[in-house]
């Protein structure tokens, strides 16, 4: 998998961090590391098994920075990535960090929040990933305002941690949460994280 | 217009004793003439059902301070601790039921009345008139200026998406009756996602209706008062403010003050 293929993206992010937002490096470095690569790929390998169409739409959900999850739906074949965040300032960095995916993509920011401005969010997309289900309500009822047949890819946390309010005990409640019932693949992670995808 | 001064009470921690002090407060530094106003054990059955049900900590959800839960702290428990005070922007214009008899309180404000708002123990020491010579086109919030200086800076940028650290402090609030009802309409109409979201009011109202809310109906939805009006009396007491928050402290460090104060 290519990350950031054009590194004048990396580069002009942690230009702007160290001049702009110098209080944001501990998180964004955070994000850079080994795990959070490795929970990326292990989604994204699953994204040539889901039959998407050609140049599948995507939606991102409280993605944060899109180090690994833009290049991989890029590589494997999206042609439009919506990318929803309340926090301002990943966004700024996220348009200085993804400049080279511009030109390859439809790549969309918007700072929302997923759950109280649901009702401004386009949901007519293929594909929705979101690896912080643990940040948020239980997804059923986000999920409950997609289009039939949309995709899913979700992930969350069993453990207890700082803004960690949704925890499920099992995989079983986790899946449930999701409101998925058409499941192709669910299971724990090597990194402790529960994932669902299916529709 | 009248100028309104309001207070909210509810549980046991504090008692009329309490709202008696807060009102040999105003009267002393008041220069204007006002109404005193106690909505007194305000609540709504939904609201109260709601932060029962979604509430995941251990404690009295109506206190900030909340033991250990696992690794969960306060902010992440769910059950938004005082919505109480949330219910008076619907009852600044529609009556409510006094609890434990079949009377309504009827609260038939004019539209150009000014509220005050004081948490019970609140410390006051200048002239209120302060808050009703403001511009009433917005209302107004308390922010947590100290915060600047005991955190690092981009503190609350840093901590937003945990949704905690919060800039707004609603212990001293300024309105106009029905200017903040997009707040308890918000909190109406989602409740489960309200409740189960935020385990502290301030930490909502500025996710919700602060400087980076996507809805710009919301966005920037409060004014925030200058530096130095409202202080802090544990981490900016040398800032002689007309109104000193107690926030941060225990309820026996409050008494002591309060106390002293009278």
């Keep these: 998998m290519q990350y950031l293929e054009n590194s ?6 942690l ?16 994000a850079l590391k080994q795990d959070q690569a490795e929970i990326n790929r292990d989604w994204a390998h699953w994204l040539p098994e889901l039959n998407l169409p050609d140049k599948y739409s995507v939606n991102i959900y409280a993605g944060g920075y899109g180090i690994f999850s833009v290049p991989a739906l890029v590589e494997h074949g999206a042609g439009r990535v919506s990318m929803y965040d309340y926090d301002q300032e990943v966004a700024d960095v996220n348009w200085r960090l993804l400049s080279a995916y511009r030109a390859k993509v439809l790549l969309n920011q918007t700072v929302a929040d997923v759950v109280f401005d649901l009702d401004w969010i386009n949901t007519d997309v293929d594909l929705v990933v979101n690896t912080s289900c643990e940040c948020m309500v239980n997804f059923k009822g986000i999920k409950a305002k ?11 946390t069993n453990k207890a941690q700082k803004g960690a309010i949704n925890v499920p005990k099992s995989l079983d409640e986790f899946v449930l949460g999701t409101g998925i019932t058409d499941i192709q693949y669910a299971g724990v992670l090597p ?8 529709i | 217009m009248t100028n309104r001064i309001v207070t909210c009470r509810w549980g046991t921690v504090y008692t009329d004793e309490h709202v008696s002090k807060l009102y040999d407060q105003i009267t002393k530094h008041c220069t204007v003439p006002f109404e005193f106003h106690v909505f007194d054990n305000l609540d709504d059955p939904r609201w109260k059902a709601a932060q029962r049900q979604h509430f995941r900590g251990s404690d009295d959800p109506d206190m900030r301070a909340q033991g250990e ?3 969960y702290e306060r902010d992440d428990c769910g059950g938004l601790t005082h919505y109480r005070k949330l219910l008076m922007f619907a009852h600044d214009t529609d009556a409510y039921p006094i609890q434990g008899t079949s009377k309504w309180e009827v609260t038939d404000w004019a539209p150009d009345d000014v509220i005050l708002y004081l948490d019970l123990d609140t410390l006051i020491t200048g002239d209120l008139s302060y808050f009703f010579d403001l511009d009433h086109s917005k209302p107004w919030i308390v922010k947590s200026y100290w915060f600047d200086g005991l955190r690092e800076q981009g503190e609350w940028q840093r901590q937003f998406h945990l949704r905690r650290c919060p800039y707004f402090n609603s212990s001293v609030l300024t309105w106009t009756p029905g200017q903040n009802r997009p707040i308890y309409d918000l909190v109406n109409e989602n409740l489960d996602d309200v409740f189960f979201t935020y385990g502290v009011n301030d930490n909502f109202m500025f996710h919700l209706f602060g400087p980076w809310t996507y809805d ?3 966005r920037e939805h409060f004014n925030v008062y200058p530096e130095g009006v409202v202080s802090s009396y544990l981490y900016t007491p040398d800032v002689p403010g007309i109104i000193t928050s107690l926030e941060g402290m225990s309820m026996s460090q409050k008494e002591e003050v309060m ?3 009278t």
């Design chain 1, 8 to 13: 004048n993206g990396l580069v002009d992010a």
């Design chain 1, 15 to 30: 230009s702007y961090i160290d001049e702009h937002i110098p209080y944001r490096k501990d998180d964004f470095y955070a």
């Design chain 1, 146 to 156: 997609h289009k039939p047949g949309t995709v899913f890819i979700l992930l969350g």
């Design chain 1, 191 to 198: 990194n402790d994280k529960y994932m669902v995808i299916g």
């Design chain 2, 69 to 71: 839960w696992s690794a």
């Design chain 2, 216 to 218: 710009e109906t919301r």
């Design chain 2, 259 to 261: 106390s002293c104060s």
